[in-house]
């Protein structure tokens, strides 16, 4: 007996119910899964506080509590993601790559599908070794600092069980809204930013793009994930808080009460909320970002349809070349306790007969979801790799910073040759040995690039 035309046409009615296409799946849901968990990670001690050099003493209180948050994301083909957030300034390598490898271990998800955020908000605890150069710790908050980060990478796996245990049918869509309080902090004086606001006259290149990411079930909001370039920096208070991303997502907490509300950091880091420092600001801030999600929420939403493909890549970074012992020397006799602290890290290595490194392996992450294609670079990431990547990889585009291992700024070729904090001097904080070669910017976009790619999407897709 011959096939015919009808047995092919029944082969392949067959075999599209054996591999259903996931947008025809249980009613256009997508075949999404999402599970949300959260947990308050505020110590329960007076801990030395992180993003600032000049604080005299550790933390006095708490203004609200700080949280991880972690949302797990399952496609119609069983495909896991894991993206946790934290109301923390920055995390190093060794912490994140540590609770990586347990979370991937335990759950069997490959390490380009875990992704660690920080919000960078200045009003957390030390953490790890994160910028550990710069601040005056004695025995006992050292001590603190090590027994809180042990129990941070602890809970934060826990956490990411809990949200693989709360997997459940969800609507999948995206949006992107806009609020304008991020200034270029590199082109505008700060105490003249409302001045110049009014008068038009604010400079720079800015990012107010505000990426959402909402969960449904039904009609009920289970989620909202939202981003923003723009440092967390409208505190320098010695309370806990989550600064101005910290009272957004309270506010949508409280919009949508059966929400999980997560906050990503942007490209800002040249970009401050301004003006600043009170607390009337950042919650202004954050009731400004809130309300551009909300809106977002209930406007034009694009549905995610198509699964989960990812990618994890670290390129090396090459550093200025370094200089020799004798430089590290002088340094050691700055009267400058970061610069004098750093030449002495550094002149210890080089007793011990190690060598400074001349690279640094920056870690980049790429999710696509459907359509959206979403990138999470690691490092404090200046405003210009989020326009430039946008600008080629068109508006479905979410560009996230501060995730994985925060090792350094990361300044464009724009802000390297202009110098200054960003481009130069912020390495001596980081304890790194210099700024970074000419080829930063390049290596950085040639890697997000080609993981792009790898997952199906690129210039023009
Ligand atoms: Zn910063």
Same mark, same amino acid.
């Given at each position: 007996m011959g096939i015919t035309r009808r047995m092919l046409f029944l082969l392949g009615l067959l075999a599209s119910a054996l591999h259903p296409a996931p947008t025809a799946?249980?009613?256009? /849901?997508?075949? *999404?899964?999402?599970? !949300? &968990?959260?947990?308050?990670?505020?110590?329960? %001690?007076?801990?030395?506080?992180?993003?600032?050099?000049?604080?005299?003493?550790?933390?006095?209180?708490?203004? /609200?509590?700080? *949280?991880?948050?972690? !949302? &797990?994301?399952?496609?119609?083909?069983?495909? %896991?993601?894991?993206?946790?957030?934290l109301d923390l300034c920055g995390i190093d390598r060794d912490f994140s790559m540590g609770v990586r490898r347990e979370i991937a271990h335990r759950h069997e998800i490959s390490l380009d599908r875990i992704v660690l955020a920080c919000s960078h908000t200045h009003t957390s605890p030390v953490v790890g070794s994160n910028l550990i150069t710069m601040y005056p710790l004695d025995d006992e908050q050292r001590k603190r600092v090590e027994s809180y980060t042990e129990l941070l990478g602890e809970?934060?796996?826990?956490?990411?069980g809990e949200a693989i245990e709360d997997l459940s049918e969800v609507h999948l869509s995206w949006g992107r809204g806009e609020a304008g309080f991020a200034v270029n902090r590199r082109e505008n004086v700060q105490d003249r930013a409302e001045e110049l606001r009014e008068a038009m006259a604010l400079k720079g290149p800015v990012d107010h793009d505000v990426p959402v990411l909402v969960l449904r079930a039904g009609d009920e909001v289970r989620g909202v994930v939202f981003g923003y370039a723009c440092h967390c920096t409208t505190l320098s208070i010695n309370h806990f808080s989550g600064d101005y991303a910290g009272f957004a997502m309270m506010e949508l907490e409280r919009e949508y009460p059966e929400a999980?509300?997560?906050?990503?950091?942007?490209?800002?880091?040249?970009?401050?909320?301004?003006?600043?420092?009170?607390?009337?600001?950042?919650?202004?801030y954050g009731k400004k970002l809130a309300g551009a999600v909300k809106r977002t929420v209930k406007g034009h939403l694009r549905p995610i349809l198509g699964g989960l493909q990812s990618a994890y890549g670290e390129t090396d970074l090459a550093f200025a070349p370094v200089p020799d012992r004798s430089h590290w020397e002088r340094e050691a006799e700055s009267e400058t306790f970061a610069v004098a602290n750093r030449a002495r890290a550094f002149l210890g290595r080089l007793d011990r007969g190690e060598t400074?490194?001349?690279?640094?392996?920056?870690?980049?992450?790429?999710?696509?979801?459907?359509?959206?294609?979403?990138?999470?670079l690691g490092g404090e990431v200046v405003v210009d790799y989020a326009l430039r990547i946008k600008r080629n990889l068109g508006p479905d585009t979410f560009v996230s910073a501060y995730c994985n291992d925060v090792m350094a700024y990361i300044p464009s070729l724009r802000v390297l040759?202009?110098?200054?904090?960003?481009?130069?001097?912020?390495?001596?904080?980081?304890?790194?040995?210099?700024?970074?070669?000419?080829?930063?910017?390049?290596?950085?976009?040639?890697?997000?690039?080609r993981l792009v790619r790898k997952v199906g999407g690129g210039p023009g897709s």
């Open positions: 799946l249980a009613g256009g /849901h997508g075949g *999404w899964k999402a599970g !949300l &968990a959260k947990v308050v990670i505020t110590p329960e %001690r007076p801990m030395w506080m992180a993003g600032y050099g000049n604080r005299t003493a550790p933390s006095e209180g708490t203004l /609200h509590d700080i *949280w991880a948050k972690a !949302l &797990a994301l399952e496609d119609a083909e069983e495909t %896991r993601g894991l993206l946790i957030t809970t934060i796996v826990g956490l990411a999980t509300a997560l906050f990503v950091a942007g490209c800002g880091a040249d970009q401050n909320p301004l003006p600043r420092r009170s607390v009337e600001l950042a919650e202004k400074l490194p001349g690279s640094y392996p920056y870690p980049v992450q790429v999710w696509r979801l459907g359509g959206l294609t979403w990138i999470f040759e202009e110098g200054g904090y960003e481009g130069e001097t912020a390495m001596i904080y980081y304890g790194q040995p210099g700024p970074w070669a000419e080829d930063v910017e390049e290596r950085v976009i040639a890697e997000v690039n």
